[in-house]
């Protein structure tokens, strides 16, 4: 089983949708989360950190559930923008990160 | 403003030679990290460095080697080419990986390397 998992999709959504994805995650210790985006054929960026208590950026929302070890992000009124690979990331307990292999969303117009 | 840059982006070689790929960042980052990236896997974690004379084995570190004699650089050496290790490289810099830190790494375009 790997240690963080991932949907790879596609995802295909007409824009203006919202569309969720999960990751889950295998190591109980581990100990921060974090979403990164992935423009085709370029370098990972950070999206955003997840918190315990879930958190906001503007059209973004990510939420961490420990107990059933997953972590989401949601993405409302999507843009073609938006279209990019997401990956999840898992900071485990030997403060080493670890990379799901991404979650690709298509935008349609 | 800082950066971080590859070179080559770009490389074509044979099997067994060796293949040296540039890190440079101007962040001033201690940590400096080298993954590989391939179709269907998440980043793979080659070797890391946590400052200067440190390097630290990761997940896939066969095949390769990291030297840091400053804070700028990790070049990444391939002592002998092979297919399997056709692949993109990303190399990426933080400030710290503690449990008040965000976690972000700074990484560089990549370097796609083609092994013959």
């Known amino acids: 089983r790997k240690e963080v998992e991932q949907d790879p999709g596609p995802f295909n959504v007409p824009e203006g949708a919202t569309v969720a994805f999960n990751c889950t995650y295998s190591?109980?210790?581990?100990?921060?989360f974090f979403w990164y985006r992935q423009d085709c054929r370029k370098e990972p960026k950070l999206l955003m950190s997840?918190?315990?208590?879930?958190n906001e950026d503007g059209r973004f929302t990510a939420q961490l559930n420990r107990a059933s070890q997953y972590i989401s992000l949601l993405i409302r009124d999507s843009k073609l923008s938006d279209s990019a690979t997401y990956l999840c990331?898992?900071?485990?307990?030997?403060?080493?990160?670890?990379w799901g292999a991404g979650t690709k969303l298509i935008i349609k117009p | 403003d800082a950066e971080i840059t590859q070179s080559p982006r770009h490389k074509i070689t044979e099997t067994g030679r060796q293949v040296t790929l540039a890190c440079h960042q101007t962040?001033?980052?201690?940590?400096m990290f080298w993954y590989r990236q391939d179709l269907g896997h998440g980043l793979r974690l080659i070797h890391y460095?946590?400052?200067?004379?440190?390097?630290n084995k990761g997940e896939v570190s066969d095949g390769y080697s990291v030297s840091r004699s400053n804070t700028e650089d990790l070049p990444l050496t391939l002592e002998s080419a092979a297919s399997s290790q056709t692949s993109v490289y990303f190399c990426?810099?933080?400030?710290?990986?503690?449990?008040?830190?965000?976690?972000?790494?700074?990484f560089g375009e990549g370097s796609r390397l083609t092994v013959l």
């Open positions: 990426a810099s933080s400030e710290s990986m503690g449990r008040e830190d965000t976690g972000e790494l700074f």
């Open positions: 962040w001033n980052h201690n940590n």
């Open positions: 460095s946590y400052g200067v004379q440190d390097t």
């Open positions: 190591n109980s210790a581990s100990q921060s």
């Open positions: 997840v918190y315990s208590s879930g």
């Open positions: 990331v898992v900071l485990d307990s030997n403060y080493q990160l670890i």
